[in-house]
């Protein structure tokens, strides 16, 4: 796979914070994204598929994504998002940031490093009691995500967590949804990422 120097699902928006930063200057600033009470980091590591999103601009065309966290013996989550730029046959390309549980927020606020030393906000905003779906936010309102444990969601389900990312104070117009198609096809193809058979294990 190839390595790419562009901040990942939550820690590529380095470079966005600053923009974003820039852009809020003399505004006011939006409500602090609420992050859920408590998340057990063990159940929440493993792999998540990106089933929508407001992408930062790496992601804008992105299929198959999978965002996946790994705890690392000092706490801090290593963490890999893998896509294909363009279709399901393109090439597969990878991004590793580094994220860092904040301290008294239950484990449901991250730093997200990319490039140091900027931590990218990533807020658990909803994260569903089994651990087979979340929802991860920021406070500026620019990126969104709605992960899960499988590729596809019930058009139900899906419905019910796009209210959520509306009620988060987010434009659902804007949500793209990523095209998933598994077991993959294309250059550097293989097996769908693992799934724990107990949602929301780590593996």
């Known amino acids: 796979m190839r390595e790419f120097a562009r901040a990942p699902l939550v820690a590529r928006m380095a470079a966005g914070m600053i ?8 505004c006011g600033s939006p409500p602090p994204m609420p992050p859920v009470t408590q998340v057990d980091i063990s159940r929440f590591m493993g792999d998540w598929y ?5 992408p930062s601009w790496p992601e804008r065309q992105s299929f198959n994504a999978v965002e996946s966290y790994a705890l690392l013996p000092d706490g801090r989550i290593q963490t890999t998002f893998r896509y294909r730029h363009g279709g399901f046959g393109a090439d597969v390309e990878t991004m590793r940031p580094v994220g860092t549980v904040q301290p008294d927020t239950g484990n449901a606020v ?4 990319f490039i140091w030393p900027i931590q990218a906000e990533y807020v658990i905003a909803y994260l569903d009691e089994h651990y087979p779906q979340t929802i991860i936010g920021r406070t500026k309102r620019d990126y969104v995500w709605i992960m899960a444990r499988t590729p596809s969601l019930p058009d139900a389900e899906y419905a019910r967590l796009v209210d959520k990312v509306r009620d988060l104070g987010y434009d659902p117009a804007q949500l793209r949804k990523v095209p998933q198609q598994w077991p993959e096809q294309g250059p550097e193809q293989g097996a769908a990422p693992r799934t724990s058979p107990e949602p929301g294990k780590a593996h």
Do not use: E
């Not at 990106?50 to 407001?54: E, M, Q, R, T």
């Open 50 to 54: 990106v089933i929508a999103g407001i």
């Open 110 to 113: 991250w730093g997200m490093q």
């Open 19 to 26: 923009v974003g930063v820039m852009a809020l200057a003399g």
